[in-house]
């Protein structure tokens, strides 16, 4: 297995470029989200997806279009590419959790994409 | 006011001493994990737990429900411990998606 699957490792864009980050993964994980890691701050979650079909958004979602169209990917684009949305980028996946609490199991990331926006 | 607070933020430690890293949430939860991102800036996760402590090699997480607080132990510690360690909650209630990150707390293990 592959795990989950993230490229471009880098990225150099210009303002107002449009581009796609890619995510994969072959686990057949119903969840999976993607993150941005600002320096001097916490992972946060820009959207997320609980299964084929169904996309929702996180706390950081501007800028931002996701799609689900098989349970395996989950893109990110980027619409009009803006220099705050220079960062580090994550995809993560995990299976459904257990029990009435319905909590996440265990996380497993992309190697990240390095994202600037000049 | 952060909902999940990490300490120390910065922590340098000799080969062989036992580590503490803590976490503090003000959050409902229904389950915390403990992250490690390396230097390379890949993310592996290292527990996940609703209830108690859990146990992993060196590794020991443990979690107080009551009292909001988690925490992380590396006994014996290694230079290939060096790390960020990412606490990281799930709102209670929330969807699957309403992760929480703390800011990380760096470890650097001298040898």
């Known amino acids: 297995n592959a795990g989950v699957t993230q490229t471009p490792k880098f990225q150099v864009l210009k303002t107002g470029q449009s581009m796609t980050l890619q995510c994969a993964q072959d686990?057949?994980?119903?969840?999976m989200s993607w993150y941005r890691q600002d320096p001097g701050m916490g992972l946060r979650l820009i959207h997320y997806?609980?299964?084929?079909?169904?996309?929702d958004q996180g706390e950081v979602p501007n800028g931002y279009n996701v799609s689900r169209s098989t349970t395996e990917d989950f893109p990110l684009r980027l619409l009009s590419a803006a220099p705050s949305q220079t960062s580090v980028y994550f995809c993560a996946s995990s299976p459904p959790g257990q029990g009435p609490l319905r909590a996440n199991e265990k996380l497993f990331f992309g190697s990240g994409t390095q994202l600037s926006v000049l | 006011k952060n909902e999940v607070e990490q300490s120390p933020q910065n922590l340098t430690a000799q080969e062989g001493e036992f580590i503490t890293i803590n976490c503090s949430y003000s959050v409902g939860i229904s389950a915390l994990h403990w992250l490690q991102q390396h230097p390379g800036g890949g993310i592996v996760s290292l527990f996940m737990l609703s209830s108690g402590k859990k146990k992993h090699g060196r590794l020991i997480a443990t979690i107080n429900i009551q009292e909001k607080h988690s925490s992380l132990h590396i006994t014996a510690s290694h230079p290939r411990d060096s790390a960020v360690y990412i606490c990281a909650v799930a709102n209670y209630g929330g969807s699957q998606g309403n992760l929480i990150f703390g800011k990380g707390t760096k470890l650097s293990v001298k040898p």
């Open positions: 686990m057949n994980h119903e969840y």
């Open positions: 997806s609980v299964g084929a079909g169904i996309t």
